[in-house]
């Protein structure tokens, strides 16, 4: 699975960072180079933290290429500390103080905010479905995101706490991301984390996309515009044509033309049933109704009616 992939790179880049801080406590006259690139390995975790999380949270998740520019921070950090030489990073003068302190500072803050946007990610998605409505694998999937962004802010926090005057000691960061990272593992083993990915959401979000294009169709009546489309539509959703015609044929049966023309047909016989309408042309019912042509609607009309529209409104002003 892909979720398990950059779950993979995220322990691995986080023990790239682990790293720097136990060769920084133990080593002396550590090379900028490390240390630089240590702390830009946390501008990794951040980006891949979010698409791992919207990986566990989507039946269908879509990997933009846009997604690449959230590295750029990484790459940017990464390539200048080619260049910081021992001699000037030790001088430890009013300009490599600031510099060292912004930098820091922005990584730490680039990783608290990717924390925040997967916790809000994860909790939005919650919203979605009522607690009693969750599958096993759904309560899950929950559980350990929860606990794995939990995690990831006590170690963010145990950093953060460190830098600030020396509130603990440096050792500390690298010990409490080993006993969080333990802990995490035996509840990914316990709750069989890697089995589950977005796909236990598959079926609700069906429901809930066909909602919303019911609504679309129902509620707001797009289907009275002639040039309405399955791209149009798909568009108006967020959704492929692909992924939105599959879930008009789940729930109704019928594909994209069928599932239009069938609320088509129930407003030309709302207005082919009312005798103040008799003075209209069925031509003028059949646009009036989203039909773009006569002979599409007659077609339509006999195949979900049986009848012609002119027999249907002669039966009608009858009774």
């Known amino acids: 699975m892909r979720t398990n992939f950059i779950l993979g ?22 090379e900028p180079l490390f240390i630089f690139a240590g702390l830009a390995f946390l501008l990794l975790i951040g980006p891949l933290l979010r698409w791992y999380v919207l990986g566990m949270t989507r039946p269908e998740p879509a990997f933009h290429k846009k997604f690449l520019l959230e590295l750029v921070p990484f790459g940017l950090i990464f390539l200048s500390s080619l260049f910081i030489s021992k001699e000037w990073f030790e001088t430890r003068d009013t300009t490599v103080i600031i510099v060292f302190a912004s930098i820091l500072l922005f990584i730490y803050m680039h990783l608290a905010f990717y924390i925040f946007l997967s916790w ?10 009522q607690k009693e409505d969750l599958t096993k694998s759904q309560k899950a999937l929950f559980d350990w995101l929860h606990m794995m962004l939990l995690g990831f802010g006590v170690i963010w926090i145990s950093y953060v706490l460190n830098i600030l005057e020396g509130a603990v000691p440096y050792v500390i960061g690298p010990i409490v991301y080993s006993v969080v990272i333990y802990f995490l593992s035996f509840k990914a083993f316990q709750l069989k984390v890697l089995e589950l990915d977005g796909r236990v959401f598959q079926v609700n979000d069906n429901a809930l996309l066909f909602d919303r294009i019911a609504k679309l ?11 309405i489309s399955l791209s149009r539509l798909s568009d108006l959703i967020g959704q492929s044509t692909q992924k939105t015609s599959a879930v008009i044929n789940q729930y109704v ?42 002979s599409s ?23």
């Open 253 to 294: 049966k019928r594909n994209f033309n069928d599932f239009i023309n069938y609320y088509r047909i129930q407003e030309s016989k709302k207005l082919l049933s009312k005798a103040a309408n008799d003075k209209y042309t069925i031509a003028s019912i059949a646009f009036d109704s989203g039909f773009s042509s006569l």
């Open 120 to 129: 809000w990610i994860v909790k939005s998605k919650q919203k979605e479905y």
């Open 297 to 319: 609607f007659n077609s339509a009309f006999k195949k979900f009616e049986g009848i012609t529209p002119s027999e249907f409104r002669k039966q009608s002003l009858r009774h």
């Open 9 to 30: 790179l995220i322990l691995v880049f986080m023990a790239f960072r682990i790293g720097k801080s136990v060769m920084l406590y133990f080593g002396d006259g550590l």
């Open 217 to 227: 169709v129902q509620d707001e009546k797009i289907y009275l515009e002639s040039d």
